[in-house]
């Protein structure tokens, strides 16, 4: 029998990621694997293919990479000791987290895949969903805002993967959509006070954009 030793995925999930500079570093990771954990324990989710679904959500993200597939994830899991039906199983959640535009239906198919994207999305918005948003803009050479340029709904992953656009944009293309997206109960009681800042962050932008002396 395979003997799962969490510890050595937490060490290589740390060691891939920790470098990252988009706003998808371990300390993302570690915050979605403690939120993912405490929305499991109070939805009824399986811990044990929640926590390490969370640690590897993002390892062979498509935003990272540019790939398909799991090859970072089933390496990590292997190494763990995972079995083949456990990997199956947990890289079924990875692959029902991501965000794939306004007009796609993302809506997780069971509850471990329901907290752990709940737990990605928390991460997304409030305080540190803001500074994230504008880490990534800047990664990727994306102007901070750009007062002509109106956000759009893609209806489609493609147009949503594609697309090019400033970082205000991406609060209504996705950021301000995600509360009421959320799967659980205790995610929806999270989200409304982080959503509350982003509303309140982006009138306070556009007041200091617009000032006249």
């Known amino acids: 029998m395979n003997q799962v030793d969490i510890t050595v995925l937490y060490r290589l999930v740390k060691e891939f990621c920790e470098h990252d500079t988009t706003g998808h570093d371990w300390w993302h990771v570690h915050r979605v694997t403690q939120l993912a954990i405490h929305l499991a324990n109070h939805e009824g989710a399986d811990v044990l293919l929640v926590e390490p679904a969370a640690l590897v959500h993002d390892t062979d993200d498509w935003k990272l ?88 709904l893609h209806e489609t992953f493609e147009e949503y993967k594609t697309a090019q656009g400033h970082t205000i944009n991406h609060f209504y293309e996705k950021l301000l959509l995600l509360k009421d997206r959320m799967n659980t109960v205790t995610a929806k009681a999270l989200a409304e ?21």
């Open 65 to 152: 990479k540019g790939g398909e597939g799991y090859p970072n994830a089933t390496a990590m899991l292997k190494a763990t000791g995972y079995n083949g039906k456990q990997i199956a199983d947990i890289l079924g959640i990875v692959e029902q987290v991501s965000y794939k535009g306004a007009g796609v239906d993302t809506t997780p198919c069971n509850l471990e895949a329901m907290v752990v994207q709940d737990a990605d999305r928390l991460d997304a918005i409030g305080a540190i969903g803001i500074a994230r948003a504008f880490a990534y803009g800047g990664s990727k050479h994306r102007p901070m805002y750009l007062p002509h340029l109106e956000p759009q």
């Open 193 to 213: 006070e982080r959503h509350r800042f982003m509303e309140f962050f982006l009138e306070q932008f556009y007041r200091e954009w617009s000032f006249r002396p």
